[in-house]
């Protein structure tokens, strides 16, 4: 069963229909031109933020060339009971526990 529209959605197809053509263009073409801007802010920020935070690490004394654990080499080879088989992990001595004690 389907409704029939009410007064307001009655209103909001009386009004869409009265839309004057080089209204409606405008406004598409004003909309168009704001979602632009905002890509063009959102690929600046993308590109320098980072940069910026490289900066501030570096004038609050650290080094901005390290990278985080996670990103190293030893991230993508995991190792312990999580690792393939076949990964290289520590090794115990040769002679067995009592050296380590």
């Keep these: 069963?389907?409704?029939e529209p009410n007064n307001f959605e009655r209103l909001l197809e009386r009004q869409?229909?009265?839309?004057?053509?080089?209204?409606?263009?405008?406004?598409?073409?004003?909309?168009?031109?704001?979602?632009?801007?905002?890509?063009?802010v959102g690929q600046l920020l993308d590109v320098f933020v980072p940069k910026m935070v490289d900066v501030l690490v570096v004038a609050a004394g650290g080094d901005s060339s390290a990278?985080?654990?996670?990103?190293?080499p030893e991230a993508m080879n995991p190792k312990g009971p999580a690792a393939p088989p076949g990964a290289q992990g520590p090794s115990l001595p040769k002679d067995g526990l009592d050296e380590i004690r």
């Design 16 to 40: 869409a229909q009265e839309i004057r053509p080089d209204v409606q263009e405008r406004t598409e073409k004003g909309l168009f031109q704001t979602f632009e801007s905002l890509r063009l």
């Design 1 to 3: 069963m389907e409704e």
């Design 67 to 72: 990278k985080p654990v996670a990103a190293g």
